[in-house]
Structures are given as structure tokens and as C-alpha cells.
């Protein structure tokens, strides 16, 4: 809008004092500012450091003060107090001009039918109000929260835009529609909406189906949007120049969807949720992530506690044990809690105990249903759009019964690790499989479930060519780990596949400690399917290991049993 330069200005000002003072969060200023005395909500403060809105000369005050404090020198209130009168000076005399552009556009556009509007001066339709309604008992996601709203304030002067992505069922459109919420009032120009339905069970929303819709929203009583892509998306840059508005891009399934609906113009922040990492609109138009993970265990009961009430808070353990059976998933524990809510009179731990048993978790998740809703179907959405290596590979990894490395991961797929590059990137950044920690990672709870579902007859005997590559592996480590303590009938040699290699010691007992729950997994595997041989050898290994490291009563109890 013309009238935002000069706040732009005045903000550019006042972010500069905070890059001097050390640059803190929005969250730490409005901390330091509280304990001062003056208490400003961190949107107010994110607003007046994007220069959507004119500050107040309290707020002004606080800030410099704070400022000054943090960085260890006096506050020039004078200078600031001159620079603020200039500010309002320079917004009424342009307020004044405004005024008069519009009478004068009025009084063009009433002389006949040969007048014609003046682009960009007065908009043909109310500013658009698109967002869906807000999420019922949102919980959470302060820390995602706060890093929007410090995008939002270092983005004023140069616009931007923000991808949350995350897995299936994690709540980024929840996220997205919350946060646009609670700061719509800072995009007077209006809030655009849309489903692209990247993955769904209709087709994708195109490019220039998205564009009509916008155009009409914005330009609604003149001629019909026509024209390609480019056509299209040129003139949807013209109309929204200039002005302060917010598009809300959701379930995203590639750039290429995305990249014709991006303004052109600094003053329009662009929010974009995809279950793909979508790294080139980072690499190309800047964009900055924001990772959703699934709810930590205490968000998880806050939101049970939310939806089901005080039986959460009477029966912790039973709850505890629902949010992870819901692998803390968002929608997975919201569909809980509508089970929960239904049987009013029922025990939490009997939910808890239904949801426990893994063959039918996910027939319990059905939402009554709903495919936008339904658990299995929302992960179906994003199985389908995987390609053949990248669909065996997840399939097989329901196999695994922990988190693992690519050379487990290579084992299963019967491929060497450099082969699994491919498939393995395309499901971490679809958000299929996630890390847990620098190489490792792992299948949450009910995504295993369902690919477990998927799994083929044949593909699940290669849980044995699995039990072998651990036996080897572990032979390989120990000999490393401990040189001198070596048994010569241990089947040394023979896999047809690659191990891991150890340089010292130190990195040997490193992968025990990593796999060490594994280990025990595939020995109770052998010895539960009467593979003796590799159930004597994995138990002489495991004591051998657990003679270096201190074993649980659990895990004695199972070798004893194998041995």
C-alpha cells in the first residue's frame, strides 16, 4: 500500500538497533522488555519490526531502552523522538494525498462507460478473507511459532517465504491455519487460501487452476481470468504488488506447483506446507524451513487432556501409553481422543490397551472413514506418489524393529549402500523415514504398521538375509572391540553383502551401543523361528558384549532363554 514506506523506514531502523544489540529473538525481547516493566505480546513486537503497523511511542521507548541495555550503551531518546514525529508527519501527509487520489479515481471512473479503473488504487472487491477456521484445541508448537514470527520480521523489507514440512498426519496444516490466525491482522490487504491437494485422493490442484482462483478473488468484477501459466501468474504479480497480504500455500507437492503463485512483491509473506522438503524453492527463491516432528510426550497428553478431559490427568500411565501407541502423532491422537470422548464412562487404560495391539491399531484409526482423515489412507497419499525403489524400500523396512543405519537399510533392500542413496533421500524427504541421530534413522510406530501392511510374501523372508547381516556385523565389531577375546567357531566370513568397517575400538563399541537393542530383537527373532545356529552364535556375542557394557535384567532373562 503507498503509505507503507515510511514505516518500512522506520522499521529498517529499528531492526538495525537490534542487529547492534546482538540481534535476540522476538521471544527474548518481549521477555527482556517485560522485565522492565513494559509488557508487549511478541505479534505486537514482530508487526512493528516488519512495519505492518504504526508503533505507539510507549512501544518505541521500551524497545530502544531494551536495546540499548542489551548492548551496553546509553539510549538516544531524542534522536528516536525527532525520527518518530518525522514518522507521523510523513504518514499523514501521505494519508492526505491518498484521500485525494480517491476522489479523483471517483470522479474518472462515474464520467461513462469509456472510463476505465485505475490499476492498483482501489481494489475492485473486498480484500479476501480465505482462511479456513482456526483449529480447535491447538496445543504446542511454541518453538515452531516463534520461528514464523521471526521470518515474519526479518522478512519485511524483502518478503519471503516459509515451508513447514513434516511427515503424514503431524500437523503442519494445523500449524499453518493457527499461526495465519494469529497474525492476519498484520495483512490488511487480505489472507489467500488453498488447498493444493498435493496428496490426496483428488487430483493436485494445477498452477492455473490455483491462479484463476486467485484472480477472481482478488479482481472478482471484471472480465474472467484467461491465458497460460505465465499469462496468468504475470498478472497475479501485478495485482498483489504492493500489497500486504498473506498466502497460505497448503499441502504442496512439488516446487513446480508452487513457483507460478509466488508474489513478486516484498510486501507478501507466502507460508507453504508440503510433506517434501521442497529444497529448491529454498535453493532458488530463499525459502526457509520449518521441520515439524511429531509432538514431544507432554504437548502429546496436553492435547488428550484437551480433547478428552480430566480422566488423562487421573490415569497418567494409561494416557502416556495412548499418545505413544498414536506414535505422538497429531492426528492419530486427535482421532484417540475422539474414541475416548465416545466411551465417556470407559477407562482410559482400555483405549490404551485396544490401541496396543499393533495388527489393528490402524483399523482403530479409521476416523469412521473419512480418506482426509483416516490414518492409513493419509499415508497412502504419500506411498502412492513414491517410485517402485523408493515403495520396496519402504516396505521393507517395516522389517526392521528399531532405528537403523544405510547398511541395514542396504541389507534388507539386498543392495549396496551407495545403490540405497536414491530411494533412501526420497523417503527422508518425503518424510517417510526420519533421522534420530547424525546417520541413524527409523520408521515411527504406525508408519511401520502400515507399511508392514504393504509388505509381500517374498519380501518378508528377507528378514533372515537381515538376522545374518547383525550376526556378521556384530562379529565384525567385537572383533574390533575387544581383539583378545576372540571365539574361533564364530561363522567369521561368507555374507554376500557390505559391512560396516570399524577404524578403532572406540568406533566398534560405538555401533554396539547403537544397535544394541537390535541386536537383542534379531537374537529373539532366531530363537523364536528355531534358527539355532544363529541364535547360539548372537547370544555368545551378546554376553561377550554385555561382559564390556552392564546388561538389564531383561536382557539376561532373554539369553538365558536363547542359550
Not at 199 to 222: C, I, K, M, S, W
Not at 352 to 360: F, K, M
Not at 534 to 553: G, H, I, N, Q, V
Request: include cysteine; proline fraction near 6%; charge should be negative.
Amino acid at each position: 500500500m503507498a503509505h507503507e514506506e515510511p514505516l518500512a523506514q522506520f522499521a529498517a531502523r529499528l531492526r538495525e538497533l537490534r542487529a547492534v544489540c546482538g540481534g535476540p529473538s522476538v521471544r527474548d525481547l518481549a521477555e527482556y522488555m517485560r522485565e522492565a516493566g513494559r509488557s508487549f505480546p511478541r505479534s505486537t513486537i514482530s508487526d512493528k519490526l516488519a512495519g505492518v503497523s504504526k508503533p505507539s511511542w510507549e512501544f518505541v521507548e521500551a524497545y530502544v531502552r531494551t536495546c540499548a541495555r542489551l548492548g551496553g550503551h546509553p539510549a538516544d531518546l531524542d534522536d528516536w523522538r525527532s525520527s518518530y514525529r518525522r514518522l507521523l508527519q510523513e504518514l499523514a501527509e501521505r494519508r492526505s494525498g491518498h484521500r485525494q487520489a480517491v476522489a479523483a479515481h471517483l470522479e474518472l471512473t462515474a464520467t461513462g462507460p469509456t472510463a476505465r479503473p485505475v490499476p492498483g488504487l482501489l481494489p475492485a472487491a473486498d480484500p479476501p478473507r480465505q482462511l479456513p477456521g482456526d483449529v480447535p484445541a491447538f496445543t504446542g508448537r511454541e518453538a515452531e511459532s516463534a520461528a514464523l514470527d521471526d521470518l515474519l520480521t526479518t522478512a519485511a523489507s524483502a518478503g519471503a517465504v516459509a515451508v513447514v514440512s513434516g511427515t503424514a498426519g503431524v500437523g503442519k496444516t494445523a500449524l499453518a491455519v493457527h499461526w495465519a490466525h494469529r497474525v492476519a491482522a498484520t495483512f490488511p490487504d487480505g489472507q489467500l487460501y488453498l488447498d493444493l491437494r498435493g496428496y490426496d485422493v483428488d487430483a493436485p490442484v494445477t498452477p492455473v487452476r490455483a491462479l484463476e482462483g486467485f484472480l477472481h478473488a482478488l479482481d472478482g468484477n471484471r472480465a474472467q481470468p484467461w491465458g497460460g501459466v505465465d499469462e496468468l501468474a504475470a498478472r497475479f504479480r501485478s495485482l498483489v504488488a504492493g500489497r500486504r497480504m498473506l498466502l497460505v500455500l497448503d499441502n504442496a507437492n512439488s516446487v513446480e506447483q508452487v513457483r507460478p503463485l509466488l508474489p513478486g512483491t516484498a510486501s507478501c509473506f507466502v507460508l507453504v506446507t508440503s510433506r517434501d522438503r521442497l529444497t529448491a524453492l529454498a535453493v532458488r527463491h530463499g525459502a526457509r524451513r520449518v521441520a515439524l516432528d511429531r509432538l514431544p510426550l507432554d504437548e502429546s497428553l496436553r492435547l488428550l487432556g484437551a480433547l478428552v478431559g480430566p480422566r488423562v490427568t487421573a490415569d497418567p500411565e494409561s494416557a502416556a501409553v495412548l499418545a505413544r501407541s498414536c506414535a505422538q502423532l497429531p492426528l492419530a491422537l486427535r482421532i484417540a481422543g475422539d474414541l475416548a470422548a465416545a466411551r465417556p464412562t470407559a477407562p482410559l487404560a482400555d483405549l490404551a490397551v485396544d490401541l496396543a495391539d499393533e495388527q489393528h491399531r490402524l483399523d482403530l484409526l479409521d476416523a469412521g472413514g473419512d480418506e482426509r482423515t483416516d490414518v492409513r489412507a493419509v499415508f497412502s497419499w504419500s506411498y502412492r506418489r513414491l517410485d517402485p525403489p523408493a515403495m520396496r524400500l519402504f516396505r521393507l523396512l517395516a522389517l526392521h524393529p528399531g532405528d537403523f543405519d544405510r547398511y541395514a537399510a542396504a541389507a534388507l533392500a539386498g543392495l549396496h549402500p551407495a545403490q540405497l542413496h536414491r530411494p533412501l533421500e526420497t523417503l527422508l524427504r518425503t518424510h517417510l523415514v526420519q533421522r534420530v541421530d547424525g546417520d541413524r534413522m527409523e520408521l515411527h510406530d504406525l508408519l511401520r504398521a502400515y507399511a508392514n501392511e504393504l509388505l509381500r510374501d517374498d519380501e518378508r523372508r528377507r528378514v533372515d538375509v537381515l538376522v545374518d547381516y547383525y550376526r556378521h556385523a556384530a562379529i565384525a565389531a567385537l572383533d574390533v572391540a575387544s581383539p583378545d577375546d576372540r571365539y574361533d567357531w564364530l561363522s567369521r566370513g561368507g555374507y554376500p553383502g557390505t559391512l560396516p568397517s570399524f577404524a578403532d575400538p572406540g568406533a566398534a563399541r560405538r555401533w554396539l551401543d547403537a544397535e544394541r537393542s537390535n541386536l537383542m530383537a534379531v537374537t529373539d527373532y532366531a530363537h523364536r523361528h528355531d534358527r539355532w545356529e544363529e541364535t547360539k552364535e548372537l547370544s555368545a556375542m551378546l554376553w561377550r558384549y554385555l561382559d564390556l557394557e552392564p546388561a538389564t535384567d531383561g536382557e539376561h532373562l532373554l539369553l538365558s532363554y536363547s542359550t
